[in-house]
């Protein structure tokens, strides 16, 4: 069974930091692209930033480019998304997706509010 499982969300203040993981099982990591994605109430889910199978590539976009960093570890199955200078409209529930050809896996999410 494929699981992916975002975890470290919660209140943090404009400016602050926090760090999600994406814990995974049930299939190839190494073979797959991770992703992060979020979905703020009202809004349609968009792409923040992507990480290539070995790790080597990255993508983010312009609303996170320098704030963010994305990661993998791969002998432990692993992903995270290290989030710096927090601003309020960084607030929406963050998925981790696996994708690699013919597959799309996604997870629950974890709430991240940037609140005073």
């Known amino acids: 069974e494929v699981q992916l499982q975002a975890s470290g969300g919660g209140l943090v203040q404009p400016g602050g930091s926090l760090r999600l993981s994406c814990a995974t099982s049930?299939?190839?990591?190494?073979?797959?692209?991770i992703a992060w994605f979020r979905q703020a109430p009202g809004k349609e889910r968009e792409g923040v930033a992507c990480?290539?199978?070995?790790?080597?590539?990255?993508y983010y976009a312009d609303t996170v480019k320098g704030r963010f960093t994305v990661s993998r570890n791969n002998p432990e199955n692993t992903a995270a998304l290290q989030m710096d200078s927090l601003k309020p409209e960084d607030t929406a529930v963050y998925y981790c997706?696996?994708?690699?050809?013919?597959?799309?896996?996604w997870g629950m999410g974890t709430q991240v509010t940037v609140s005073s």
């Open positions: 049930g299939f190839i990591f190494d073979d797959h692209a």
């Open positions: 990480v290539g199978s070995s790790g080597e590539r990255t």
């Open positions: 997706n696996a994708i690699r050809s013919g597959n799309d896996y």
